[in-house]
């Protein structure tokens, strides 16, 4: 097993998980089996509590496992299949090492950080590493491990330990080492000076610590001088070849090429004897494949002009990152059609009654991004906070024919909607949002557990089966008339009220998909209408640059004015529509 760890200094959020990620891109373009484990060094067991807003997306595996936001690049970066103990946490390890003291394992040992839970640790990144995470079923042949944070938090101190020993563990030619700096301009912008002191710090203090990194990093907002370059290679006494410019791009699709032109992967196959890997032929040719799609896919929204502007109805607004499989799936979808997409955030809070804002602007801001959307998506989430700025976005939608996709809540909430305005169910609500309201179209599921919060969701991958009678879904044609349930990433605790599906269906709302049993809704749409689709899962989880989710594929298309063209092409196999001018 060959291990690649992308650490990083002076700030946190450089970019780690995005250069981790670029990394086995290129590792897998050169015919590897590639597989990532990212270390959150909180005491948390998962992210599943954690607040959108503070901490980000909560991403989910197929198996379940609430994790954070970075293994969602991974899996659409490397179009792998990652499991919950590809994410570890203080919380886990300790519990582990814990539960294990309890049964007597250590033989009335005193158990200490070092050396067990830092074996611990080890053991854990040993053993996850070598799960299949591809079609292939084949064991991986390097493992990405981003340590998170940055190096000198105390909390980080076991891990930066473990992973030190990790590297003796692995053998000469079997470890190397990327860390991620922060190289700032003073004064901000052109003309300002590249200060290289931070990151000389950033290298003194990992080498203390234990690790002493074989490539340096450099996120800078400008492309690096060759003077700056020279400079940290020589106060850090390194060559200059490993020292990695990163600058802004235009789009993190670039970063992989970015990297390669710097010579990324004759470095890291030097570095890690790659030369002595098996690669059987025809891997080694779907890796130039799939960096030939990719370069065409991310060199060709270079040249694109159209844009198709979205307007993402949230409560987590204020932090992007919330939000990030969500806007990741509508590029995906973006560089299908060759287009651009304009995400328009929208607190949905603001949508709601103007006497009860502060500034009055902010309702008609609001309002006029919702109107002038090509399309309109409301997301999942949680809480009563914004929910009615939610239902009246969804109105909106539904009576002006306007492109809807809801997620989650958003499927929730347009069911309310509906029952509330078509259905004439005046007082339907929800169990969470509406406790007091006696019709209640969305209810708690049975086997939730009220009490105890984390994981105990529906959590993970389930199927989705198309019913009867619903081949004129415009969701359904996108998937063609020889699939009959698809599978999807679920996180909810409510559901449709079982007991009122025969009402809403009566109204007119088409339950397209149901569960296994049929009794749990999965999919509703409005059949006539150019685009009105919920859905319970969440389908951004499976959206790949490469692959994209047919159910924001669908929604994009059809706010671009182009779905009946998407569909004919998904169906015959078409990679992308249209041609990028260049």
Known sequence: MKYVLVSGGVISGVGKGIIASSTGLLLKSMGLTVSSIKIDPYINIDAGTMSPIEHGEVYVTDDGGEMDLDLGNYERYLLTTLTRDHNITTGKIYEHVITKERIGHYLGKTVQVVPHVTNAIQDWIERVAKIPVDESRAEPDVCIIELGGTVGDIESAPFIHAVSQLQRRAGKGNFAHIHVSYVPVLPPGPGGEQKT?????????????????????????????????????????????????????????????????????????????????????????????????????????DHVHDVVKIALVGKYTSLKDAYISVSKALEHAAMYTHRKVEVIWVDSSHLEDEAQLNSPTEFHKAWHNVCIADGILVPGGFGTRGCEGMIKAITWARTNKKPFLGVCLGMQLSVIEYARNVAGIKDAGSEELHPTAENHVIVYMPEVN???????????????????????????????????????????????????????????????????????????EILDHP????????????????????????????????????????????????????
């Open 197 to 301: 002191k931070p990151t000389q710090r950033a290298i003194s203090d990992v080498r203390s610590a234990g690790l002493n990194p074989d490539l340096i990093a450099c996120r800078c907002e400008l492309p690096l001088e060759d003077s700056t370059i020279q400079k940290i290679a020589n106060m850090c006494s390194m060559d200059t070849k490993q020292v990695i410019a990163v600058h802004n791009v235009t789009t993190t699709y670039h970063v992989p090429m970015l990297l390669e032109k710097q010579q990324l992967s004759n470095i890291m196959s030097e570095l890690l004897n790659l030369s002595s890997v098996h690669r059987p032929v025809e891997r080694v040719e779907q890796g130039k494949l799939m960096w030939k799609d990719w370069c065409e896919l991310a060199r060709g929204q």
């Open 450 to 524: 009220k009490d105890k919060l984390g994981g105990t969701m529906r959590l993970g991958k389930y199927p989705c089966i198309f019913q009867e009678g619903t081949e004129s879904s415009k969701l359904r044609a996108l998937y063609g008339p020889s699939v009959s349930q698809i599978s999807e990433r679920h996180r909810h605790r409510y559901e449709v009220n079982p007991e009122l599906v025969g009402t809403l269906e009566k109204a007119g709302l088409t339950f397209v998909a149901k569960d296994e049993k049929g009794e749990r809704m999965e999919v509703i």
């Open 531 to 582: 685009w009105f689709v919920g859905v319970q899962p969440h389908p951004e989880y499976l959206s790949r640059v490469l692959s994209p989710s047919k159910t924001f594929l669908g929604f994009f298309a059809a706010a671009a004015g182009c779905l009946e063209e998407v569909t004919k092409a998904v169906n015959n196999g078409q990679r992308s529509i249209g041609k990028s001018e260049q």
